[in-house]
């Protein structure tokens, strides 16, 4: 099947900066939307960015402007610049992905990042 990993997590001070990827991986045919979504405790898990595999992306309120995401076709991999970082960006990260596999079209997720920012 398809295997989604997410990396780059971390502990940062207010105002820095972090770099999140992820790489999918396994019986992979295509790859149409891939986004970043991230949860807190008690609330529902929400979009962050999203980008076709045509380059077209959309943001959250929330982060445009301070977050980009970009992707590499050609290895299967999506990225979340972070900048500017508020100590309410602090969430775990996941890493979603619309993939053709061995099965057809599915919905795949990652295991989560933690980010967490310090004020």
């Known amino acids: 099947q398809v295997q989604l990993v997410e990396s780059g997590g971390g502990l940062v001070q207010a105002g820095g900066s972090l770099r999140l990827s992820c790489a999918a991986s396994?019986?992979?045919?295509?790859?149409?939307?891939m986004g970043w979504y991230r949860q807190t405790p008690g609330k529902q898990r929400e979009l962050v960015a999203i980008?076709?595999?045509?380059?077209?992306?959309n943001y959250a309120d929330s982060v445009r402007g301070r977050f980009t995401i970009s992707r590499d076709n050609a290895k299967n991999m999506v990225y979340l610049q972070m900048n500017s970082l508020k100590p309410e960006d602090t969430a775990v990260y996941y890493c979603?992905?619309?993939?053709?596999?061995?099965?057809?079209?599915?919905?795949?997720w990652g295991q989560g990042t933690q980010v967490t920012v310090s004020s």
């Open positions: 979603n992905a619309d993939a053709q596999g061995a099965t057809g079209w599915n919905g795949y």
């Open positions: 396994g019986s992979i045919f295509s790859i149409n939307r």
């Open positions: 980008i076709t595999s045509a380059g077209t992306t």
